[in-house]
């Protein structure tokens, strides 16, 4: 599969238009005000907001007034924002990421997701997203999968009420890893409007069977959120532009061709002991590789006195 011409009704755009943003999770040792206002001094579009017990916790008290002073303060700086919900020990302290909608007992993510989903009503974000999880051993892949299925259902129901778009995220070594099992999981949630795709770039390399920018053509009509990082094949770490193997300029350039206006969001998890510094570079990488990817684009120059 090709990369798609832009969407009926898009604008034109090339790699340069790309809204860029940066993931709250690779902030984890500063306040959000203070990552908010150092990702909009740097430059970059928008957020990418993980909840979490330090940054926007759904359960704490308080949460009307706190997400008002969150969009407040977006507003401000002119953020926008996609919600993340990977953070790792906010719903049990012991276990990471547990439990999952894949668990005997899901009631504790099934109510942060519909928690995620009313803030991200409340915040006017671009995408919600979240995730399968790993099947845990002593479920089988039939039970695990109906389980995904059944939670899944709720949390669109809950997007729907709230007119929020869902972004699921293939995550690689969890139920769903691949964008194969994504369109399996669409299709047994009969193709619901509010339910698109998260693409992590990295995961592209690290285990699909396409190059990276085959990756976004094969999803472009459900795309509905991208987080962006480096990544080598087969080893799932989220690495610094640069320190893996992929190849950006056709990726950027790919989803301008495919009409995307969401967000792209730098996912640098690992690198919070660094984050001012590490999403400065990460902001002129993007742009770097933006220009480099239009000027491949374009036909060369007229010279005068020589036919074309």
């Known amino acids: 599969m090709s990369v798609p011409e832009p969407r009926p009704g898009a604008p034109a755009a090339d790699a340069t238009t790309l809204r860029l943003g940066y993931g709250t999770n690779g902030f984890a040792n500063h306040r959000l005000d203070d990552a908010l206002a150092v990702i909009a001094d740097l430059g970059y579009d928008g957020v990418a907001l993980t909840l979490d017990h330090d940054h926007l916790d759904p359960f704490a008290p308080g949460l009307t007034r706190r997400v008002a002073a969150v969009s407040r303060r977006l507003e401000s700086l002119g953020l926008a924002v996609v919600i993340e919900t990977g953070a790792r020990y906010l719903l049990d302290p012991w276990h990471k990421h547990a439990p999952t909608l894949l668990h005997d007992d899901p009631t504790r993510r099934i109510e942060f997701l519909r928690r995620a989903v009313r ?6 974000a671009e995408a919600v997203s979240f995730w399968a999880g790993v099947r845990p051993e002593a479920v089988s892949p039939q039970c695990a999968w109906d389980r995904l299925v059944a939670g899944c259902a709720t949390v669109v129901d809950a997007a729907e009420t709230a007119g929020v778009t869902v972004g699921f995220e293939p995550e ?33 390399r690290c285990l699909e069977p396409w190059p990276v920018p085959q990756c976004v053509a094969e999803v472009a009509d459900h795309l509905v959120n991208v987080q962006i990082d480096d990544m080598r094949r087969g080893v799932h770490e989220h690495l610094e532009f640069g320190v893996g193997e992929i190849d950006f300029p056709p990726v950027l350039a790919a989803l301008a061709a495919a009409g995307y206006q969401g967000l792209v969001a730098v996912e640098l998890p690992r690198d919070s002991h660094a984050a001012p510094a590490v999403a400065a570079r990460s902001i002129e990488f993007l742009r770097a590789a933006a220009l480099a990817g239009r000027a491949k684009d374009e036909p060369p120059a007229d010279i005068p006195g020589v036919p074309a």
């Open 119 to 124: 803030i991200g009503a409340d915040l006017g």
């Open 172 to 204: 690689p070594g969890m139920l769903v890893q691949d964008i194969a099992d994504w369109r399996r999981l669409h299709a047994a949630l009969d193709s619901p409007a509010r339910f698109g795709i998260t693409l992590d770039i990295g995961h592209c």
